[in-house]
């Protein structure tokens, strides 16, 4: 009985291990592996307890020991009689203690089979829900696996085009860096070059320099000779302008060839005569006089548009009448 | 310190009369000098016998030397100064403005002539007059007044008071004509008859005094040289010789006769004194000299000479006897003429078929045509110097015709005397 008793506190010490056990494998961080392991045992401790259902009972058969001989004692006779017997009607009793046993057993398995078809159909139901509910979480799971994967492949999407653009950054920082730096060379080169072909051009420079003063000097003389030979051609033209209007005006007296009359004559700057008069008499009064009074027949003499040259050449004019 | 200073204001000066322009005019305008004769204002209550004003405008006219304004251009009629608008005077380009009145006096039956000379552009009255005269003398006093103007304005005595001397032929019947020998004013007006003949007369000559003609007739047979009083119409042979006597010139001092004789076989220049009646030989040549005229110094000769082949120019000094030929141009150059200033040779020139009237520079020896016409002969030079008067052939009779020294203005004299030739110009005549 009492082998039994420890036998079954084995078991139960093997059950509780085997908990322990699984609250240790429940415990593990890990659980799809738990729960697949869970699943497995489910699935072999149902078919094991099918299968057991459906087998017949097993028939326990003694099985004849070999005689083995050995010398004892009375004593150790009557004990092992006596321990026989014990054992005989612990055997008995044994036997009828399995015997109420397994008829408790059997009602218990039978029970036990009740409620374990209960608890299997119950087990089933809460298995189908669970699996259910598992599916649900798993589907969930999976929903929130796949919106974790998402957000991770945004974030690494994100974080790989942050890492992109980083480095596009830093390479473009890099390159410009590598810009600035071969700008700067470039530059620095340039600048050898520069200073070198400043150098060398120095005194080219200088050469040139004195050439293009000298040009410079050369047309500066041109310019301002044109400017001069321009002025001198604007008031030659206007001094001619002047002299067809007074020859207009002009009638020689006869007998007065190669007499000369000088006169001068001032001008308004507008062209209009301010005065006129005889500064060298030509010695013939009617010469004089024709002069004079060609000057005064002119209503208005042509002048440059240039006031400044007006007023330096053309506002005193002195005019000389040679009778031809 | 005071000479830097003196130095300074020179080079200042010298500086300031080298920044004034200076514009030199050898040239005037081609065409006359605009003058405005406004008719006079007859005062005198009735008609005049000649119009002043017009006479003294055709005066001006004719001289060449002045574009007279017509009449119906004229703005208006002033008749003193104070009517004068000088702005419509300037408008009309006109130089000179001449105004005058004309009044008469029953007491002197006379004619009082007022007139003003204005300038336009100074609007000063530069002459003036008053000239009394009878109805007879109003001509006179107009070319008067002509000459006045002209010598205010040209500073050149004007010749509008002279005469001139011409021959005139008339063909009276178809074997019988008429020489005349006629004086008229310098623009053929007021011409009278001085000598006639049926026989030719040639060459009348002006002595410098105005007072005598010298002149070659034919009417007693034989070509003789006369001088004639202009005034008494006293006529006195001077030479007769045999052969030629032609061709008298005054002498500047009217003391002698420069013509051409062919006493002595050839026609050769002679000058023949008038006091003494010496003849003095100038030229010696086989060829024909003639046409001899003097130099306004009377040192010398110009004369006609073919001794070249060609009837050529040929200068002399009366002293030496040298000829000198002056014409090269043309194969007949002829009748030579001295300016009054002796630096121009005026003469009859042989060009383009026809012969003309040039002259040539004493200096250069440039030669100009100076007419157009046809058949030109006689040249004979105003006082002034400033006209020659010639005759030409117009249509199929000879006219006289006159051109300015320049050959700028050309004028013919109206004649109804038949043909009119051998023109003299008178001197001036006070």
């Known amino acids: 009985m009492k082998k039994i008793s420890a036998t079954k506190t084995n078991n139960q010490t093997k059950i509780a291990l085997l908990l322990d056990a699984l609250k240790a494998i429940f415990k593990a961080k890990d659980k799809r592996f738990l729960l697949a392991s869970v699943l497995l045992h489910i699935v072999l401790f149902s078919m094991l307890l099918i299968s057991w259902q459906n087998s017949e009972p097993v028939k326990i058969s003694s099985i004849p020991n070999s005689v083995q001989a050995r010398v004892i004692s009375l004593d150790e006779l009557k004990a092992l009689r006596e321990k026989r017997e014990a054992e005989q009607k612990k055997q008995i009793d044994k036997k009828n203690a399995q015997k109420k046993k397994q008829e408790l057993k059997r009602k218990k398995e039978l029970k036990r089979k009740k409620e374990l078809k209960r608890k299997k159909e119950l087990k089933r139901k809460e298995l189908k829900k669970k699996k259910a509910r598992e599916k649900k979480q798993e589907a969930k799971r999976k929903a929130d696996e796949q919106k974790k994967?998402?957000?991770?492949?945004?974030?690494?999407?994100?974080?790989?085009?942050?890492?992109?653009?980083?480095?596009?950054?830093?390479?473009?920082?890099?390159?410009?860096?590598?810009?600035?730096?071969?700008?700067?060379?470039?530059?620095?080169?340039?600048?050898?070059?520069?200073?070198?072909?400043?150098?060398?051009?120095?005194?080219?420079?200088?050469?040139?320099?004195?050439?293009?003063?000298?040009?410079?000097?050369?047309?500066?003389?041109?310019?301002?000779?044109?400017?001069?030979?321009?002025?001198?051609?604007?008031?030659?033209?206007?001094?001619?302008?002047?002299?067809?209007?007074?020859?207009?005006?002009?009638?020689?007296?006869?007998?007065?060839?190669?007499?000369?009359?000088?006169?001068?004559?001032?001008?308004?700057?507008?062209?209009?005569?301010?005065?006129?008069?005889?500064?060298?008499?030509?010695?013939?009064?009617?010469?004089?006089?024709?002069?004079?009074?060609?000057?005064?027949?002119?209503?208005?003499f042509p002048l440059p548009e240039d006031q400044a040259l007006v007023d330096r050449e053309f506002r005193e004019i002195v005019m000389g009448f040679i009778s031809p | 310190m005071k000479l830097k200073f003196i130095f300074l204001s020179l080079f200042l000066f010298v500086q300031s009369v080298q920044a004034e322009l200076y514009i030199e005019i050898r040239e005037g305008s081609d065409s006359a000098l605009p003058i405005a004769i406004v008719p006079f204002a007859n005062k005198s209550g009735s008609a005049v016998p000649y119009d002043v004003s017009r006479i003294i405008a055709n005066d001006l006219q004719r001289s060449g030397d002045f574009d007279a304004l017509s009449t119906s251009k004229m703005l208006s009629l002033p008749e003193q100064y104070d009517q004068i608008h000088f702005r419509d005077w300037r408008l009309l380009g006109q130089k000179y403005v001449l105004i005058g009145q004309l009044k008469y006096s029953a007491?002197?039956?006379?004619?009082?002539?007022?007139?003003?000379?204005?300038?336009?552009?100074?609007?000063?009255?530069?002459?003036?007059?008053?000239?009394?005269?009878?109805?007879?003398?109003?001509?006179?006093?107009?070319?008067?007044?002509?000459?006045?103007?002209?010598?205010?304005?040209?500073?050149?005595r004007g010749v509008f008071s002279t005469k001139i001397a011409y021959i005139t032929l008339?063909?009276?019947?178809?074997?019988?004509?008429?020489?005349?020998?006629?004086?008229?004013?310098?623009?053929?007006?007021?011409?009278?008859?001085?000598?006639?003949?049926?026989?030719?007369?040639?060459?009348?000559?002006?002595s410098n005094d105005g007072q005598h003609l010298a002149y070659v007739s034919?009417?007693?047979?034989?070509?003789?040289?006369?001088?004639?009083?202009?005034?008494s119409s006293h006529q006195r042979k001077v030479t007769s010789f045999k052969g030629l006597n032609s061709a008298p010139m005054w002498s500047p001092d009217d003391a002698s006769l420069v013509m051409t004789l062919s006493k002595d076989g050839n026609a050769e220049i002679y000058t023949y004194d008038l006091a003494t009646n010496a003849l003095n030989r100038l030229t010696n040549h086989y060829g024909i000299d003639t046409e001899a005229s003097w130099s306004p110094n009377g040192k010398e000769v110009v004369f006609t000479s073919d001794r070249s082949g060609r009837p050529q120019v040929y200068r002399m000094n009366i002293k030496d006897k040298v000829p000198e030929r002056l014409t090269f141009v043309g194969k007949y150059n002829a009748r030579p003429r001295f300016s009054k200033d002796g630096e121009s040779l005026y003469y009859v020139h042989q060009s383009n078929g026809g012969f003309h009237i040039a002259a040539i520079d004493m200096k250069t020896s440039e030669q100009q045509v100076l007419t157009s016409t046809s058949l030109d002969e006689s040249p004979s030079l105003s006082p002034n110097g400033r006209m020659i008067m010639y005759s030409t052939l117009r249509g199929n009779s000879s006219v006289l015709a006159v051109v300015s020294v320049d050959g700028g203005a050309k004028y013919f004299l109206p004649s109804d005397s038949g043909d009119v030739r051998e023109p003299a110009w008178s001197p001036f005549l006070n």
Do not use: C
């Open chain 2, 170 to 206: 008339k063909q009276l019947t178809k074997n019988k004509q008429e020489y005349r020998l006629f004086v008229s004013d310098a623009d053929g007006q007021n011409a009278h008859m001085i000598f006639k003949s049926h026989e030719p007369m040639l060459s009348p000559s002006w």
């Open chain 2, 107 to 156: 007491y002197t039956k006379k004619y009082e002539i007022s007139y003003e000379l204005i300038d336009v552009l100074t609007q000063q009255r530069v002459l003036g007059e008053v000239l009394s005269s009878g109805s007879k003398g109003l001509r006179k006093l107009a070319h008067k007044i002509s000459d006045a103007v002209y010598e205010e304005i040209t500073g050149v």
């Open chain 1, 149 to 300: 994967i998402q957000i991770k492949k945004k974030q690494r999407e994100k974080r790989l085009k942050e890492e992109q653009k980083k480095k596009e950054e830093e390479r473009q920082k890099r390159e410009r860096l590598e810009k600035i730096k071969q700008e700067k060379e470039q530059v620095k080169r340039q600048e050898r070059e520069q200073r070198l072909l400043e150098k060398m051009q120095q005194a080219e420079l200088e050469t040139q320099r004195q050439f293009e003063a000298e040009r410079v000097a050369k047309e500066l003389s041109r310019q301002q000779r044109l400017s001069q030979e321009q002025e001198l051609n604007e008031i030659n033209k206007y001094k001619n302008l002047i002299r067809l209007k007074i020859k207009q005006q002009l009638h020689y007296p006869p007998k007065t060839k190669g007499l000369k009359v000088t006169v001068k004559v001032k001008l308004f700057s507008t062209g209009e005569l301010a005065s006129v008069t005889v500064i060298k008499s030509s010695g013939s009064q009617a010469l004089d006089r024709a002069g004079l009074s060609a000057v005064r027949g002119v209503v208005k």
């Open chain 2, 218 to 231: 034919f009417h007693t047979g034989r070509p003789a040289i006369y001088i004639q009083h202009v005034k």
